[in-house]
């Protein structure tokens, strides 16, 4: 019902504002007021979720949360409306505030979600498992899970990578995160992630050279 009440609201303001202006200025009141609604609409549909998802790529997580929480409160769909909670989860990941994280996921009812949210809570559930360091196999059952549902996300990739090298699987790591290029190019901030998993786990196999390669090309990539 909420959702209903949404869609009629920002009908209900669209229609007031034409009028509104109508009888403030006219036909010319009525051309701007078709325009403002219309660019309100832009805001919310195209600009708000890309800026959401830039200021998350450029590490400004707490702008990134907050913009998708608009979102959220604006949706007129269910499945937007989880998907901003599931970004504002993984903003909490990225941040390292793994309780708020937490209680997030908690409230997504995840026998509503389709194929690629059951991904995102998946990943976002073994992110929060790996960053806490407490049972790396859980978090690993868990990315195999969503990687079987989505293998073309990079992210979840990555954290497949992450989940392999922390129970020791370290040629299969190196493995997975090689390809996650295949998935075509990857975000700067994506990347230096992966150089700096890829670092870990050739010092691991003790080849000193490639691990140093790797660090300096994510240190260049944070820059």
Request: contains cysteine; glycine residues 8%.
């Amino acid at each position: 019902m909420r959702y209903l009440l949404r869609s009629v609201g920002w009908l209900a303001g669209a229609i007031a504002l034409v009028v509104t202006f109508g009888a403030i200025a006219g036909r010319l009141g009525i051309v701007f007021g078709v325009g403002t609604a219309l660019v309100a609409t832009l805001w919310q549909w195209l600009w708000l979720p890309r800026s959401a998802h830039a200021a998350f790529e450029l590490g400004r997580y707490a702008s990134a949360r907050r913009r998708y929480r608009v979102l959220g409160a604006l949706a007129v769909r269910r499945g937007r409306e989880r998907s901003a909670v599931l970004s504002r989860a993984g903003c909490y990941i990225a941040a390292g505030e793994l309780e708020h994280a937490e209680r997030l996921l908690a409230q997504v009812p995840a026998d509503e979600l389709d194929a690629a949210e059951r991904a995102v809570w998946l990943n976002n559930r073994a992110c929060v498992a790996l960053a806490a360091g407490t049972d790396p196999h859980a978090a690993l059952a868990l990315v195999d899970e969503a990687s079987a549902l989505r293998p073309d996300v990079a992210s979840v990739q990555h954290t497949r990578g992450m989940a392999l090298l922390a129970v020791g699987r370290v040629d299969d790591a190196i493995a997975v995160l090689d390809g996650m290029r295949g998935a075509g190019q990857l975000s700067p901030r994506l990347e230096a992630e992966r150089c700096r998993e890829l670092a870990r786990a050739w010092t691991q196999k003790g080849e000193a050279a490639y691990a140093d390669d790797y660090r300096l090309r994510a240190e260049a990539l944070a820059r």
